[in-house]
């Protein structure tokens, strides 16, 4: 590269939790620099499934944590060019792109569900990942699945 990688930027934590991965979920969620808007989304989504889930033992952001994993891919298809025929060659995902590939999952399936505000079909996506069901979670299995199904590509590494 002629280019020096750019320098990561450093998150900081949000005002109500404290936690940088609410940040990184928060600028995702974010529309036209609108950031106090999706800070409010996040956080009405998140006492929404408080109030539904008041019978899990467990704190709505822990829920919303547990929800994020369950819909976190482990690998990935790549297309990679051999001999003039394309192969989906199965990879390992990084972690920082594995994080960045289920927030981004959560998100575009939320804005796809049918409810009022978009603060409903977040908590809703949340709650359906949380119990593996919904259409990010689905997103994850058919990735592995397809990992499976051209492991005989493994060996084309990209």
Not at 57 to 82: C, F, G, Q
Not at 119 to 139: P, S, V
Request: avoid cysteine; charge should be positive.
């Amino acid at each position: 590269m002629r280019k020096a990688k750019p320098k990561k930027r450093i998150l900081l934590p949000d005002p109500k939790f404290g936690d940088v991965l609410v940040t990184r979920f928060v600028n995702d969620l974010m529309l036209d620099g609108k950031k106090s808007i999706a800070y409010s989304i996040f956080y009405d989504a998140i006492d929404m499934v408080g109030e539904k889930m008041k019978d899990a033992d467990k704190a709505p952001l822990d829920i919303w944590k547990k929800a994020l994993e369950n819909i976190t891919p482990s690998v990935e298809v790549k297309s990679r060019r051999i001999g003039g025929a394309n192969f989906q060659v199965p990879t390992e995902v990084r972690p920082e792109r594995k994080v960045a590939i289920s927030v981004k999952n959560m998100i575009k399936y939320a804005r796809t569900r049918n409810a009022k505000s978009m603060a409903e079909k977040l908590a809703a996506e949340f709650m359906a990942a949380y119990n593996e069901e919904g259409g990010a979670f689905k997103r994850k299995e058919d990735m592995h699945k397809m990992a499976e199904a051209n492991r005989a590509f493994a060996h084309y590494k990209v």
